[in-house]
C-alpha cells in the first residue's frame, strides 16, 4: 500500500523526524501562544511537535493546503470528527479494560474496544468514500483504508467478535443462593411465572403502589463474588469462554499503525479549522498564501498578529489589520514610530506568517504571496541576566553576530529595538553594519528601531512607521503605513523614557 501520511506526500517515513524542541523565534514571536492555543483540548494527541517542524518544500505545503481544504468541507470533516470522537471513546474504554484484574471480565471488555474500532474505520470509509476527496492526501489514505477493511485480516476480526459476542448472549445459567451458600448451575427448563404471578394477584391490587424497587451500583470492577459466579459459569461453557480468552490473546495488536497516525495527523488539520473559523465569527479572514521559495516579493492585506488577536478576543477588544509589501529588490522593513503603535506586533506578524505558511496552514489576510525561508532568526530584548557576566550591549552584540553568521539569503531576521542600551551615534553605527550585513546576505528583515538614518541605507529598505490620530497625536491608530521617518520618534521615546511628555509636564505642573 502507497499511503503513509496525510501531513507528508510519499510513501516513507525514513525522512521525517518532527522536532520535539520549539524553535528559537517561537517566544519572541509569541508563536508559543498561537500553539498552546491551537493544541488546547487535544493534549491526547501530542501535535506541538507538527507545529514545531516548519517545512522547506513547496510542495509539501501545497499537499498539506489541499488536505486542509478537504477537511474544511461538512462532508468530509462530518466523518472525521466522528471517527476521532469514536477512536478516543476507544481510549477511554481500552484505558478502562487495562485496569481490570478479572481475565474473563477483561478479555470480554477488549472485544468492546476491538468492535468500537472496526465499526469506527468501517463508518469512516463509507464517510470519505461518500464525499470523494478530491486531496490526493484523504484520497490517498481512503484508497488504504478501503484495501484495508475489505482485507481478509480485517473482516476475520470482524466476522470473529461477532461470532464470540453471539456465543456470550447465549450463556444462560441460573443462581442458587441458601443458607450463604451460591450454587451456579446451567438454565433449566422451568417457565418464567412472573406473569402468571401478577395475573393471579391482580384482583387484590387496589391502585398504584410505590415502587420497591432496589438499584444496586454499578461498578466497573467486578468483586470476588462476581469473579467466583463468572468462573463457575465458565465451567458450564467451557468451549465459549476458551474462545473468549484466546481471542484476547490473539488479536492483542488490533490496530493498523496508519489508522492511528491518521487520528493523530488529522487533529493538526482540526486544529487550524477550528481556530480559524473561531476568527471567522470575529470577522477575522484567513487565507491560504501563495509561497515560493525562490520570490522574495512578498506582500499580505488585511492580515493581524495572531496571538494578540486571540487575546483581544478574549477582552472583546477590536482588532486592527494591516497591509504590507515588499517589490523588487526591497528586503527589509525598517519600522517606525511613537511608543505602544503597533510596531513591535507588525515585526512579530511579519514573523508568524510566514511560519504558518510553513506549516501548510492558513495565515491571518484576504491575501498573501509569502516567503518560504529555511529559518527564521529573531533578536529582542531580553532582560538582563545578573549571573550573566555581559552587559546589555555585549549580549546584544554577540545574539546579532551569532544570528548573522548562521543566517542565509533564504533566511528571515526580525531585530526589534536594539541597540538600546547605548549613546545614539553609536547606535547609529551599530545598527548600520548591522543592516548592510543582512541586505549582503539579500536576506528578508523586519527593524523595528527609533533611529532614522536606518530607514535610508538603501533601495533594500523600506520605511514604515506606525500612525497617530491626526487631531489626537496621543492616540494610536496601530495602523502601519509606508512613510518616511519623520525624524521624532527617538526624540519621543526619550522622552517617555523619562517622563518629560507634554503630558507629563502638563501633570506634574497642574
Request: with cysteine; hydrophobic share 45%; proline share 4%.
Given at each position: 500500500?502507497?499511503?503513509?501520511?496525510?501531513?507528508?506526500?510519499g510513501?516513507?517515513?525514513?525522512?521525517?523526524?518532527?522536532?520535539?524542541?520549539?524553535?528559537?523565534?517561537?517566544?519572541?514571536?509569541?508563536?508559543?501562544?498561537?500553539?498552546?492555543?491551537?493544541?488546547?483540548?487535544?493534549?491526547?494527541?501530542?501535535?506541538?511537535?507538527?507545529?514545531?517542524?516548519p517545512?522547506?518544500?513547496?510542495?509539501?505545503?501545497?499537499?498539506?493546503q489541499?488536505?486542509?481544504?478537504?477537511?474544511?468541507?461538512?462532508?468530509?470533516?462530518?466523518?472525521?470528527?466522528?471517527?476521532?470522537?469514536?477512536m478516543?471513546?476507544?481510549?477511554?474504554a481500552?484505558?478502562?479494560?487495562?485496569?481490570?484484574?478479572?481475565?474473563?471480565q477483561?478479555?470480554?471488555?477488549?472485544?468492546?474496544?476491538?468492535?468500537?474500532?472496526?465499526?469506527?474505520?468501517?463508518?469512516?470509509?463509507?464517510?470519505?468514500?461518500?464525499?470523494?476527496?478530491?486531496?490526493s492526501?484523504?484520497?490517498?489514505?481512503?484508497?488504504?483504508?478501503?484495501?484495508?477493511?475489505?482485507?481478509?485480516?480485517?473482516?476475520?476480526?470482524?466476522?470473529?467478535?461477532?461470532?464470540?459476542?453471539?456465543?456470550?448472549?447465549?450463556?444462560?445459567?441460573?443462581?442458587?443462593?441458601?443458607?450463604?451458600?451460591?450454587?451456579?448451575?446451567?438454565?433449566?427448563?422451568?417457565?418464567?411465572?412472573?406473569?402468571?404471578?401478577?395475573?393471579?394477584?391482580?384482583?387484590?391490587?387496589?391502585?398504584?403502589?410505590?415502587?420497591?424497587?432496589?438499584?444496586?451500583?454499578?461498578?466497573a470492577e467486578?468483586?470476588?463474588?462476581?469473579?467466583?459466579?463468572?468462573?463457575?459459569?465458565?465451567?458450564?461453557?467451557?468451549?465459549?469462554?476458551?474462545?473468549?480468552?484466546?481471542?484476547?490473546?490473539?488479536?492483542?495488536?488490533?490496530?493498523?499503525?496508519?489508522?492511528?497516525?491518521?487520528?493523530?495527523?488529522?487533529?493538526?488539520?482540526?486544529?487550524?479549522?477550528?481556530?480559524?473559523?473561531?476568527?471567522?465569527?470575529?470577522?477575522?479572514?484567513?487565507c491560504?498564501?501563495?509561497?515560493s521559495?525562490?520570490?522574495?516579493?512578498?506582500?499580505?492585506?488585511?492580515t493581524?498578529?495572531?496571538?494578540?488577536?486571540?487575546?483581544?478576543?478574549?477582552?472583546?477588544?477590536?482588532?486592527?489589520?494591516?497591509?504590507?509589501?515588499?517589490?523588487?529588490?526591497?528586503?527589509?522593513?525598517?519600522?517606525?514610530?511613537?511608543?505602544?503603535?503597533?510596531?513591535?506586533?507588525?515585526?512579530?506578524?511579519?514573523?508568524?506568517?510566514?511560519?504558518?505558511?510553513?506549516?501548510g496552514?492558513?495565515?491571518?489576510?484576504?491575501?498573501?504571496?509569502?516567503?518560504?525561508?529555511?529559518?527564521?532568526?529573531?533578536?529582542?530584548?531580553?532582560?538582563?541576566?545578573i549571573?550573566?557576566?555581559?552587559?546589555?550591549?555585549?549580549?546584544?552584540?554577540?545574539?546579532?553576530?551569532?544570528?548573522?553568521?548562521?543566517?542565509?539569503?533564504?533566511?528571515?531576521?526580525?531585530?526589534?529595538?536594539?541597540?538600546?542600551?547605548?549613546?545614539l551615534?553609536?547606535?547609529?553605527?551599530?545598527?548600520?553594519?548591522?543592516?548592510?550585513?543582512?541586505?549582503?546576505?539579500?536576506?528578508?528583515?523586519?527593524?523595528?528601531?527609533?533611529?532614522?538614518?536606518?530607514?535610508?541605507?538603501?533601495?533594500?529598505?523600506?520605511?514604515?512607521?506606525?500612525?497617530?490620530?491626526?487631531?489626537?497625536?496621543a492616540?494610536r491608530?496601530?495602523?502601519?503605513?509606508?512613510?518616511?521617518?519623520?525624524?521624532?520618534?527617538?526624540?519621543?521615546?526619550?522622552?517617555?523614557?523619562?517622563?518629560?511628555?507634554?503630558?507629563?509636564?502638563?501633570?506634574r505642573?497642574?
Amino acid at each position: 500500500m502507497g499511503f503513509f501520511s496525510i501531513l507528508h506526500p510519499g510513501s516513507s517515513e525514513a525522512a521525517i523526524r518532527y522536532s520535539e524542541e520549539q524553535p528559537g523565534c517561537f517566544r519572541d514571536l509569541n508563536f508559543d501562544q498561537i500553539v498552546a492555543t491551537l493544541t488546547a483540548g487535544r493534549d491526547a494527541y501530542e501535535l506541538k511537535p507538527f507545529f514545531q517542524t516548519p517545512l522547506h518544500d513547496p510542495e509539501v505545503i501545497a499537499y498539506r493546503q489541499a488536505v486542509m481544504l478537504d477537511v474544511r468541507q461538512e462532508g468530509i470533516g462530518a466523518p472525521i470528527r466522528a471517527f476521532a470522537a469514536e477512536m478516543n471513546r476507544m481510549r477511554e474504554a481500552s484505558t478502562s479494560t487495562g485496569k481490570l484484574h478479572y481475565p474473563y471480565q477483561k478479555a470480554r471488555w477488549f472485544a468492546d474496544v476491538v468492535e468500537i474500532y472496526f465499526r469506527a474505520s468501517q463508518a469512516l470509509c463509507d464517510g470519505l468514500k461518500a464525499a470523494n476527496p478530491a486531496s490526493s492526501g484523504i484520497g490517498g489514505f481512503l484508497a488504504y483504508l478501503q484495501t484495508l477493511t475489505t482485507s481478509e485480516a480485517f473482516q476475520a476480526l470482524v466476522g470473529e467478535t461477532q461470532h464470540l459476542k453471539e456465543g456470550l448472549a447465549s450463556v444462560r445459567y441460573d443462581l442458587l443462593i441458601h443458607d450463604g451458600t451460591i450454587r451456579v448451575r446451567d438454565r433449566g427448563p422451568e417457565a418464567d411465572y412472573t406473569a402468571d404471578v401478577e395475573e393471579t394477584f391482580r384482583r387484590f391490587r387496589v391502585g398504584d403502589v410505590a415502587a420497591m424497587e432496589f438499584k444496586f451500583p454499578d461498578y466497573a470492577e467486578m468483586n470476588h463474588i462476581e469473579a467466583g459466579v463468572l468462573d463457575r459459569v465458565a465451567l458450564l461453557y467451557p468451549e465459549v469462554f476458551a474462545e473468549l480468552v484466546s481471542y484476547a490473546e490473539r488479536n492483542a495488536d488490533f490496530t493498523d499503525k496508519r489508522v492511528l497516525a491518521f487520528d493523530r495527523e488529522v487533529q493538526f488539520y482540526l486544529a487550524a479549522i477550528d481556530l480559524v473559523a473561531r476568527m471567522a465569527e470575529a470577522d477575522l479572514p484567513f487565507c491560504f498564501p501563495e509561497v515560493s521559495a525562490t520570490s522574495k516579493a512578498v506582500s499580505c492585506e488585511g492580515t493581524f498578529d495572531l496571538a494578540l488577536a486571540a487575546k483581544l478576543l478574549k477582552e472583546k477588544q477590536p482588532v486592527v489589520r494591516n497591509d504590507f509589501h515588499l517589490d523588487g529588490p526591497e528586503r527589509i522593513f525598517i519600522v517606525s514610530g511613537p511608543n505602544q503603535g503597533g510596531k513591535t506586533t507588525f515585526a512579530r506578524m511579519f514573523g508568524q506568517l510566514h511560519y504558518l505558511a510553513s506549516l501548510g496552514c492558513p495565515v491571518p489576510g484576504t491575501s498573501a504571496r509569502l516567503f518560504l525561508p529555511d529559518r527564521i532568526f529573531t533578536h529582542f530584548e531580553r532582560e538582563e541576566n545578573i549571573h550573566d557576566l555581559r552587559g546589555k550591549l555585549q549580549d546584544d552584540l554577540v545574539r546579532i553576530h551569532d544570528i548573522l553568521q548562521a543566517a542565509t539569503s533564504r533566511s528571515i531576521i526580525i531585530m526589534n529595538e536594539i541597540f538600546t542600551s547605548t549613546a545614539l551615534q553609536d547606535a547609529i553605527i551599530l545598527g548600520r553594519k548591522v543592516l548592510e550585513k543582512v541586505i549582503d546576505l539579500d536576506a528578508l528583515g523586519v527593524c523595528v528601531t527609533f533611529i532614522d538614518e536606518l530607514a535610508m541605507l538603501g533601495e533594500q529598505t523600506v520605511s514604515v512607521a506606525s500612525t497617530v490620530v491626526p487631531d489626537d497625536p496621543a492616540l494610536r491608530t496601530y495602523k502601519i503605513v509606508r512613510k518616511p521617518a519623520d525624524g521624532r520618534a527617538y526624540a519621543i521615546a526619550i522622552a517617555e523614557k523619562h517622563q518629560l511628555t507634554y503630558a507629563d509636564l502638563k501633570e506634574r505642573l497642574a
